[in-house]
C-alpha cells in the first residue's frame, strides 16, 4: 500500500493531536477542573490557528466559553462566542454558539437577550437536524425564561415543542417534567384554566407509570462543548 504524502501525514497528526487537547479539556471541564481545561483549551485553540484549521479554532472558542460560564464568567464567554459566531466555517455549530450565548445573557440578568438567543439557537438546531435532546433542552429553557418573562402563550408553545418531541421519544419522566411546567405556565396565565387541568390529569397519569419518585431536571443545566 502507498504510504500518505507527507503534507497528509502532517495534517492527521495535527488532528490527531488537536482532538488529544480537546479531549484533555472537556474531562478536566466535566471535573470542575476549570483551570486546566482553560489551559488545554487556549493550546488547542493556538495550534488550530497555527494549522489554520477553522473548525478546531470554532470547537476551541466554544469550549473556551463553556468553561467561562462554568466559572461565572459571561462576559468573557460572550466574546469567545461572537469570535466563533463570526468565523467562516463549513458545517459550524450555530445552534451550540446560540444556545451558550443565551445561557450568558442569564448569567448577566438579560432575560430578553438570553430568550432571542434561545429562540435563535432553536432554529439553528433544526437545520442542522440537532439530537432531540438538544432540542429539548434549547425548548425548555426557552419556555421557563419566557414564563419568567410573563410570555404565557409563547412559553406554552416552546414547551409543547418539546413534549412532542419527549412523546414521540416515549421519555416518561422528562415529559412529565415538561408537562408540570407546562400547567403551571397556563395556570399562571389565567386564562387557560381548563387546558391546565387537562395537562395536569395527563401528567398524573404519566408520573403514576414512573417507578422512581424523583423527577430529575440536571439534563437542563449545562453549557455546550463540542
Known amino acids: 500500500m502507498d504510504s500518505l504524502p507527507p503534507e497528509s501525514q502532517n495534517t492527521e497528526k495535527m488532528i490527531a493531536m488537536l482532538d488529544r487537547l480537546s ?3 472537556e474531562e478536566q471541564l466535566s471535573k470542575g477542573n476549570l483551570r486546566k481545561a482553560k489551559t488545554a483549551f487556549e493550546y488547542t485553540l493556538k495550534k488550530s490557528r497555527l ?3 477553522y473548525n478546531y479554532i470554532e470547537s ?3 469550549n473556551l466559553a463553556a468553561t467561562s460560564l462554568a466559572d461565572d464568567k459571561p462576559e ?3 466574546s469567545y462566542l461572537q469570535s466563533a459566531l463570526e468565523l467562516d466555517v463549513e458545517n459550524n455549530k450555530t445552534g451550540d454558539i446560540r444556545f451558550n450565548m443565551a445561557l450568558a445573557q442569564e448569567q448577566l440578568g438579560c432575560d ?3 430568550v432571542r438567543e434561545y429562540e435563535l439557537a432553536i432554529t439553528a438546531y433544526q437545520l442542522e ?3 432531540p435532546d438538544v432540542m429539548v433542552r434549547t425548548c425548555v429553557k426557552s419556555g421557563i425564561l419566557l414564563m419568567k418573562l410573563r410570555k404565557y402563550k409563547k412559553s406554552a408553545q416552546y414547551l409543547d415543542m418539546a413534549a412532542t418531541i419527549l412523546s414521540e421519544k416515549a421519555l416518561v419522566e422528562q415529559l412529565a417534567t415538561v408537562l408540570c411546567m407546562k400547567a403551571k405556565c397556563l395556570v399562571t396565565s389565567d386564562k387557560t384554566v381548563t387546558e391546565a387541568i387537562d395537562v ?3 401528567c398524573i397519569k404519566l408520573c403514576s407509570s414512573i417507578n422512581s419518585r424523583d ?3 440536571g439534563w437542563l443545566l449545562y453549557p455546550c462543548t463540542i
Do not use: K, P, R, W
Open 60 to 62: 476551541s472558542l466554544v
Open 129 to 131: 437536524n440537532a439530537s
Open 51 to 53: 494549522a489554520n484549521n
Open 200 to 202: 395536569c390529569d395527563e
Open 215 to 217: 423527577i430529575h431536571t
Open 23 to 25: 479531549l484533555i479539556g
Open 76 to 78: 468573557q464567554a460572550l
Open 112 to 114: 430578553s437577550e438570553a
